[in-house]
């Protein structure tokens, strides 16, 4: 059996891309380097992948004090049999208090894995960590949103996958220093079961929407592909990113990527402008860290009004023409 949680070092794995690591590596570097501080611990991440060459250097300058970086074409693509053989004997030489993962495509399909190997438990899509009574605690979303749970575990490590914009990343310091251990893993290729046959990229060219300071959101009141291309309009001229619920997205009117909510991702722009969009607590869920949230829709009694800043009875589709051209005439 596991060890009783004892120790605080925090264990960070570290996602990739283009060689850097994603928005979200940061933010859970912030909070583990913060979570370290508090209780005296240290803070180790993880980067697995190819070309990893400058990996080891980014994340000690994002708050890191030691880094293990396995470099490998079989780790590239992620898959999970491949990564499994590198983390379990690693994590458990390492034996931190927590283990924390992204809830991504990645983050979600590897937790349960890991947590099951390392014979513990494993708490998904959190929004917050804290150190208390000489333990974690870990609280996500439950009821679709409507309620939160505060999680605490007994055994270590706990594997946590950590929900996008719920933590403030850590400002880099290429001034800091520490340890890079170069892992060599030894990975048969018998044992990874899976293959990637085919790799599809979505052909919305649109901003990303976890970068985006301006997010406009449409739902069933745009009544169809025509009002998305408005909103789609609006956006750009905003120099925004078009998001969409999830009612939108099955009924084909936008991308599945663009789905914002509990299923889909979380965004926290400056500003997020919701176009018809009525408010149900899954699709609040993914937008709540926005700092402005403005909402248009003819329903008077939308639940969306109760969360937004400021709130619009009317013609989302109408509104959204006036605004693009009212925004056209001021620059000219």
Avoid at 52 to 64: I, K, R, S, V, W
Avoid at 114 to 124: G, I, K, M, N, Q
Avoid at 281 to 305: E, L, R, Y
Wanted: with cysteine; hydrophobic share 45%; proline share 5%.
């Amino acid at each position: 059996m596991n060890r009783l949680c004892s120790r605080s070092d925090i264990a960070v794995l570290a996602e990739f891309a283009d060689g850097a690591p994603l928005p979200l590596a940061t933010e859970m570097l912030g909070l583990a380097r913060r979570l370290a501080d508090e209780t005296g611990g240290a803070v180790t991440a993880m980067a697995l992948g190819t070309g990893m060459a400058g990996a080891g250097d980014a994340l000690l300058a994002h708050g890191a004090d030691r880094v293990f970086v396995a470099d490998d074409p079989a780790l590239a693509p992620y898959q999970a049999d491949a990564w499994m053989a590198v983390l379990v004997d690693t994590l458990r030489d390492l034996a931190p208090a927590a283990v924390l993962a992204g809830h991504g495509a990645v983050g979600a399909d590897l937790a349960p894995r890991l947590a099951f190997r390392l014979e513990t438990a494993a708490v998904t899509d959190c929004i917050a960590v804290s150190a208390e009574d000489g333990g974690l605690r870990f609280t996500r979303p439950c009821y679709g949103g409507k309620a939160h749970e505060v999680i605490s575990v007994k055994t270590a490590p706990a594997v946590v996958t950590l929900r996008a914009k719920s933590h403030a990343p850590a400002a880099p310091d290429d001034s800091r220093r520490g340890e890079v251990v170069a892992l060599s893993p030894d990975i048969d290729p018998a044992k990874v079961r899976t293959r990637i046959v085919e790799k599809r990229r979505d052909t919305d060219d649109g901003q990303r929407l976890d970068t985006a300071r301006v997010v406009i959101a449409g739902g069933r009141g745009l009544d169809g592909a025509e009002g998305f291309q408005i909103a789609g309009d609006l956006a750009d001229t905003l120099g925004g990113a078009l998001g969409a619920s999830r009612v939108a997205c099955d009924l084909g009117w936008c991308p599945p990527s663009r789905q914002i909510g509990l299923s889909g991702r979380t965004v926290a722009p400056e500003l997020y402008l919701a176009l018809g969009i009525s408010g149900a607590a899954q699709h609040m869920s993914g937008c709540a860290g926005a700092k402005t949230i403005v909402a248009v829709n003819t329903d008077a009694q939308a639940p969306i009004f109760k969360y937004c800043r400021f709130g619009v009875i009317g013609d989302c589709r109408e509104l959204a023409a006036a605004l693009i051209e009212a925004l056209d005439n001021s620059a000219k």
